[in-house]
């Protein structure tokens, strides 16, 4: 029902930026909760940050102060722009939609790869 794209990763050096958008088509964006989370090489998903439809966020303490959720509901898309880049924000970023009023985000992109040098 709802499709999720993301796009924007790609290699960086420690201190960059990336911003990473996800598509989203097949529902309807402006009622949906928001997320993007993020998984490591060998390790487990991670919440990276989340945006309400009413546009409260909320962030990891590992990115609060570097990173920004942010939604279009005009282009049905949310942003994550990521300054100062640790080499440990390395890792493939997924997009994520909560659709029903459950604790859960229940349709998930494919994911985009960030990899940061340093």
């Known amino acids: 029902q709802v499709q999720l794209v993301e796009s924007g990763g790609g290699p960086v050096q420690a201190g960059g930026s990336l911003r990473l958008s996800c598509a989203a088509s097949g529902g309807t964006f402006s009622s949906y909760g928001m997320g993007w989370f993020r998984q490591a090489p060998g390790k487990e998903r991670e919440f990276v940050a989340t945006?309400?439809?009413?546009?409260?966020?909320y962030y990891a303490d590992s990115v609060k102060g570097r990173f920004t959720i942010s939604r279009d509901n005009a282009k049905n898309t949310v942003y994550l722009q990521m300054n100062s880049l640790r080499p440990e924000d390395t890792g493939v970023y997924y997009c994520?939609?909560?659709?029903?009023?459950?604790?859960?985000?229940?349709?998930w992109g494919q994911g985009t790869q960030v990899t940061v040098s340093s």
């Open positions: 945006i309400k439809r009413t546009g409260t966020t």
């Open positions: 994520a939609a909560q659709t029903v009023p459950v604790p859960k985000y229940d349709y």
